[in-house]
């Protein structure tokens, strides 16, 4: 009737969790030669699981591990709950407190269900952030549970070997495999900043998170992009200032947070690090930042000129502030990283401005790719600026129509005048960065091509 319904993760959930029930599932069961109505609830869960993991990661990033164990109290009450409930319906139109009496029911299963699916998250690895699959993996991983099914192994070892492999194989190829080099995206969330980094050898950082005119931009669209890169955890989580525009995103998923048994963050991607520009003066927000992430036990690191960070093949150098910075003023205070990899060098300026960039001048030194400061306002990145950076190209951070005017003409000019190649989340959306150390590609993730 729809077309459209094919898009839709409800619809695609339904007919593939039924598909598992009506053709894997007597599969598993004739494998097993089951007689026992728990195991043989077990096996049509596990049924289910098989045939929805490829569309539960590709809207949802992450499986549910205990899915499977949950399933067996969900699934023998679902029919108490659908019998409750056409029968309170149709009493609730002769008589309400009689259809009010026999949909009750209910209300406390499904209540039993929340409960469940609550004290679950606390248990270790309640949920496995893998990543959003290609569309060659789903097809892949369904022709390869095809192929398991039919083929028939002459021996009961060879069935399991079969299926023990099997298995192992798809869950490989169904996950997100981390890719070679650096990858930098500046993502799209308006007019705010939110940068992510990652880097080879499995490091994850995250630089600022905020907008001011994106609503929830932190469960709605910083989070997901992580998950759907498989990010399960941020080793380094940087804070520049502490503009709503910079962190109100991160306060939502600080928040959020909950810690599982493990230690690990059950509502979302966990943070090893988190990293502050290390002030005199600290105000409410900073002062509310720091009590979350020591309430989650988040190590905060307090950085300032001179020092670095060294993890593997990249590192991340502080050039601003200094303890000698007098300025009380947010954006002059802002914190200045330069990361490097190889002899890829990237500045990420956060909203550096005035007396912030005359401190620095003098030893700034030669990047590759400038985080054009303060999403390309008037007042920001002067000549001098960009005659010390000498950057090819220039990522501008800002929403659509802002009422700033971001990025201003005369900052545009200025880039123009220095040769500095620039691109805008407005023009683009999300901007991803890659390079092998030496060269570097951009490509815009609205269209997979180069932006010119």
Same mark, same amino acid.
């Not at 098989?50 to 029919?79: A, D, K, Q, R």
């Not at 050898?201 to 994106?214: A, E, K, M, T, Y």
């Given at each position: ?107 406390? /299963?499904? #209540?039993?269900?929340?409960? &469940?699916? =609550?004290?679950? @998250? $606390? %248990? ?122 910079? /962190?109100? #995103?991160?306060?939502?998923? &600080?928040? =959020?947070?909950? @810690? $599982? %048994? ?191």
């Amino acid at each position: 009737g729809n077309p459209r319904y094919l898009t839709d993760a409800g619809f695609l959930l339904s007919f593939s969790a039924v598909l598992g029930v009506a053709v894997l599932a007597p599969v598993i069961r004739n494998i097993c030669n089951c007689k026992n109505k728990l195991l043989e609830s077990f096996l049509v869960s596990l049924a289910i699981q098989f045939t929805t993991i490829p569309i539960v990661l590709f809207f949802y990033f992450e499986i549910p591990l205990y899915g499977v164990l949950l399933n067996l109290v969900v699934i023998p009450l679902m029919s108490l709950v659908l019998g409750f409930g056409i029968a309170g319906g149709m009493a609730g139109l002769i008589f309400v407190p009689a259809g009010i009496f026999l949909v009750s029911p209910c209300y406390y /299963i499904l #209540g039993l269900y929340k409960y &469940l699916c =609550a004290a679950v @998250l $606390n %248990l270790p690895l309640a949920k496995i952030i893998v990543g959003k699959p290609d569309l060659w993996q789903m097809v892949v991983y369904y022709l390869l549970l095809l192929a398991i099914c039919l083929i028939k192994p002459q021996k009961k070892s060879g069935e399991i070997f079969k299926w023990v492999w099997g298995t192992a194989l798809m869950m490989f190829l169904i996950s997100r495999q981390p890719g070679n080099g650096m990858r930098i995206t500046f993502l799209d969330v308006g007019q705010g900043d939110g940068i992510c980094i990652q880097a080879p050898g499995g490091i994850n950082c995250l630089i600022d998170g905020g907008s001011s005119d994106v609503k929830q931009v932190g469960s709605k669209r910083i989070e997901p992009f992580l998950k759907s890169r498989g990010i399960r955890k941020i080793d380094y989580l940087f804070i520049s200032h502490m503009d709503a525009d910079h /962190i109100n #995103g991160i306060l939502e998923l &600080l928040e =959020a947070y909950a @810690l $599982n %048994l493990a230690g690990e963050n059950a509502s979302g991607v966990s943070i090893r690090h988190l990293v502050l520009p290390k002030l005199s003066k600290k105000d409410e927000e900073y002062l509310e930042i720091e009590k979350l992430a020591k309430k989650n036990k988040i190590m905060v690191l307090y950085f300032q000129k001179g020092d670095r960070i060294l993890n593997g093949r990249i590192s991340f150098s502080c050039l601003h502030p200094s303890k000698n910075s007098a300025s009380e003023d947010r954006n002059e205070n802002s914190m200045v990283l330069q990361m490097a990899y190889k002899d890829f060098r990237v500045f990420f300026a956060g909203d550096v401005e005035g007396a912030g960039e005359g401190e620095m001048l003098n030893e700034l030194e030669r990047a590759d790719l400038l985080k054009v400061a303060h999403h390309g306002s008037k007042n920001s990145t002067p000549d001098t600026f960009l005659e010390a950076v000498r950057p090819r190209i220039g990522i501008l951070s800002c929403g659509k129509d802002n009422r700033y005017g971001h990025p201003h003409e005369e900052l545009v000019n200025r880039l123009k005048s220095a040769g500095v190649a620039y691109y805008s989340t407005t023009d683009y959306g999300a901007l991803e960065v890659s390079s092998n150390g030496r060269e570097m590609d951009i490509r815009s993730m609205k269209n997979p091509k180069n932006p010119k």
